[in-house]
């Protein structure tokens, strides 16, 4: 049963637009929140992690929503650039029990055109 | 700050055989973790270490495999009779001591079984 979920394989979204891309989880005990980008060839790459007493962080053109009550969250990528297109993992952590494994989706491939 | 690094980058082994690989996560860094990934899903947490202590295990990390982390440092993680069905990305990640912080992964390793 999974417990993160990625519910769109891919997403395409013209240069200079906004990128949304959504995740949501199914454990209410989650607190920990992370995007991570993948290029190919290469290992994931943190972009932006939010904790569960935020709703919202920033950090230049990328932006993570939470909401705890809809067990849900969004990464907003604007403007988007031809660099971004890759694939987007989000990842939750229950950092209470002293666990520090990530649970990823299955990611969101992002193509954005030029 | 030079990154996680993972040696080799793609191993290619006939079925029953060992492989071992390495990971050096970055200097500062007194959390490491191994997690596995396959075509179209996202990372697989398989095990944790603070320092020299390993003290997670996923139920994916069967008797096949071990990993260690001797000296607090690098770690090792090998697979013991390789079957087919462990051809996938074999990822290290580190991370600083203390809550929410953030996992940095290497480019990871690529086993191919024939």
């Known amino acids: 049963d999974q417990?993160?979920?990625?519910?769109?394989?891919?997403?395409?979204?013209?240069?200079?637009?906004?990128?949304?891309?959504?995740?949501?989880?199914?454990?209410s005990m989650f607190d920990y929140f992370l995007w991570y980008k993948k290029?190919?060839?290469?290992?994931?790459?943190f972009l932006i992690s939010i904790s569960s007493i935020k709703d919202k962080n920033e950090d230049g053109r990328f932006t993570v929503f939470l909401n705890k009550s809809a067990k849900h969250l969004s990464l907003h990528i604007v403007p988007?650039?031809?660099?971004?297109?890759?694939?987007y993992f989000c990842a939750v952590a229950y950092s209470g029990a002293g666990s520090y494994q990530l649970t990823f989706g299955k990611g969101t491939k992002l193509s954005v055109i030029p | 700050d030079t990154g996680v690094s993972q040696d080799p980058r793609h191993k290619i082994t006939k079925r029953g055989q060992n492989v071992t690989f390495r990971c050096d996560p970055i200097s500062e860094h007194n959390r490491l973790y191994w997690y596995r990934q396959t075509l179209g899903?996202?990372?697989?947490?398989l095990t944790y270490f603070q320092n020299e202590a390993q003290l997670e295990k996923s139920r994916l990390l069967s008797d096949?495999?071990?990993?260690?982390?001797?000296?607090?440092?690098?770690?090792?993680?090998?697979?013991?009779?390789?079957?087919?069905?462990?051809?996938?990305?074999y990822l290290c990640a580190s991370s600083p001591q203390g809550r929410n912080q953030p996992q940095h992964f290497g480019d990871g390793t690529r086993l191919s079984i024939l």
């Open chain 1, 3 to 27: 417990q993160v979920k990625q519910n769109s394989p891919s997403l395409s979204v013209q240069e200079g637009r906004i990128s949304i891309l959504n995740c949501d989880y199914t454990n």
């Open chain 2, 41 to 45: 899903q996202g990372p697989e947490f």
């Open chain 1, 80 to 87: 988007s650039q031809p660099g971004d297109s890759a694939v």
């Open chain 2, 64 to 89: 096949r495999f071990s990993a260690e982390r001797p000296k607090g440092s690098f770690s090792t993680l090998e697979i013991q009779r390789t079957e087919q069905g462990d051809s996938a990305m």
């Open chain 1, 39 to 45: 290029y190919p060839a290469e290992g994931p790459t």
